[in-house]
């Protein structure tokens, strides 16, 4: 009982915080320095104190040849170097030069190299500088008609982050989810000889074997100055969700990958249940101007993403499985009224199907944007607070 009404409270909060939500703070600089020192950290919070990574020094460099001339530096010096962009969002530590001290290492951020991104629409291609944001280029492409097929969910990611770990969406069809099976080309950064001037930019087109390995290559190879993306005509999608029974689940996948194209399934094991996103593309045509704003990446109070946290903790230690499966039927029940964050008309969830652009529909990020004017909401696994954290 006491539990119960714990949660009617919190279900309260959660339904007010996500009306009235207006201010919040942005994710912080994943970069912090201080006259002797830096510290990059992870966004998400995986790591990120002083003994995680300290480097000796940041650079920012705002065009290729500046990004030339910072690889040429730490190949003339013999430093130890790594790339990570305004984002920092990959969970493991590669983006770190070195574990081992800061001596002898440079770090170089994308976040200031972002102002490129041409449209080739006759070749439907897109180039942009790495660290060019995901929803920059997403926003450009479909103004200009044309879609990206594939694309993460979270759109916190630079461009050339994002194709680095192999990041992606969800898809059977055509060449795949994942955005690096639609890189067409790119240019990378490698170190030269001195007559070379120490580093040089290498381009890597469509043809060339090379680019297999250097389009999901975890920042080890080189550093990515620029990336060309295949497009496709403008379209929309159409998703449902199914909240239903699990049975069946390991015979149904396979049939539901095949029939919908941008198919999706999150299985809740525990309670049963597999929510079947009917997802297809449909003609610029049909009516609709929904969006996806994807609940888990939407700004929560902060308020409420300790709580969660909190509770989920009390419950594992007193071993309340009551408690743990109460909360896990409000989570469930609550991202069902709200269609998971489909919104019809861009504000609210009125009944499926939802149909709008693939721009809209495929990734979504909204707890990135929040003003810094006040305090009370952040992305629900921001480090500041003690919020949401999955264990991967
Ligand atoms: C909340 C959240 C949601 C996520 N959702 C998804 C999802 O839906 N689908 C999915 O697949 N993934 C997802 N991810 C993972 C995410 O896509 C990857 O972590 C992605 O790499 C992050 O991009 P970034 O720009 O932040 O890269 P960073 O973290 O800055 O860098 C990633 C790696 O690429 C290297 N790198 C970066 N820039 C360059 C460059 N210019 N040249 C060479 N190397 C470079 C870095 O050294 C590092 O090793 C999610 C992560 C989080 C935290
Ligand atoms: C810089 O930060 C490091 C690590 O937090 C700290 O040890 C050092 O004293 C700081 N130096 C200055 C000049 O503030
Ligand atoms: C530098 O590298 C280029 C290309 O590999 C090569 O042609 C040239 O001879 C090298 N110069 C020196 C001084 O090693
Ligand atoms: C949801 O899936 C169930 C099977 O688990 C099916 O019987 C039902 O018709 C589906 N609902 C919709 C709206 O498609
Ligand atoms: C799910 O479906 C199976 C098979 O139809 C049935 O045996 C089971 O009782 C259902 N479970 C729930 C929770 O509805």
């Avoid at 594992?316 to 499985?321: L, M, P, W």
């Avoid at 919104?343 to 990734?363: A, E, L, S």
Wanted: proline share 4%.
């Amino acid at each position: 009982m006491y539990y119960f009404r714990w949660l009617l409270g919190f279900l309260h909060l959660l339904v007010w915080g996500s009306i009235i939500l207006v201010h919040a703070i942005p994710p912080p600089d994943p970069v912090q320095c201080n006259r002797t020192i830096c510290t990059l950290s992870n966004s998400y919070g995986a790591w990120g104190d002083r003994k995680d990574c300290s480097v000796k020094s940041v650079v920012y460099p705002t065009t290729e040849e500046e990004l030339r001339s910072a690889v040429a530096h730490a190949n003339k010096n013999k430093l130890k170097v790594k790339v990570v962009s305004q984002f920092s969002h990959t969970i493991p530590k590669l983006a770190c030069p070195s574990s081992l001290g800061h001596h002898d290492s440079l770090l170089i951020s994308t976040a200031k190299y972002d102002s490129s991104i041409e449209i080739d629409s006759v070749n439907l291609a897109v180039t942009a500088d790495a660290g060019v944001a995901l929803r920059d280029v997403i926003d450009k492409v479909e103004e200009a008609g044309l879609s990206l097929a594939a694309a993460p969910y979270w759109e916190g990611v630079s461009v050339a982050g994002m194709i680095s770990t192999g990041a992606h969406g969800s898809s059977w069809w055509g060449k795949g989810g994942a955005v690096h099976d639609h890189v067409i080309g790119l240019s990378m950064i490698v170190p030269g000889n001195e007559s070379e001037g120490y580093a040089k930019v290498k381009q890597i087109a469509a043809q060339d074997q090379l680019l297999n390995a250097a389009k999901v290559s975890l920042g080890i190879l080189g550093v990515i100055s620029k990336v060309k993306l295949s497009l496709e005509r403008g379209f929309k999608r159409s998703i449902t969700y199914n909240f239903t029974n699990d049975s069946s689940i390991e015979n149904n996948f396979m049939e539901h990958g095949k029939k919908y194209e941008f198919g999706d399934i999150t299985w809740y094991p525990s309670k049963h249940t597999a929510v079947y996103r009917y997802d297809s593309r449909v003609p610029m045509e049909t009516p609709g101007d929904g969006i996806n704003d994807f609940l888990g990446f939407q700004s929560n109070e902060i308020l409420i993403s300790k709580s969660v946290r909190a509770s989920e903790k009390l419950f594992e230690s007193t071993k309340s499985v009551n408690g743990e499966c109460t909360l896990a039927d409000t989570t469930l029940w609550y991202k069902k009224q709200i269609g998971n964050g489909l919104k019809n008309n861009g504000q609210i969830f009125t009944g499926y199907p939802v149909v709008g652009r693939q721009g809209k529909m495929q990734t979504s990020g909204s707890c990135l944007y929040s003003p810094k004017t006040r305090i009370d909401a952040s992305c629900a696994w921001d480090p500041r607070i003690k919020g949401l954290f999955f264990y991967e």
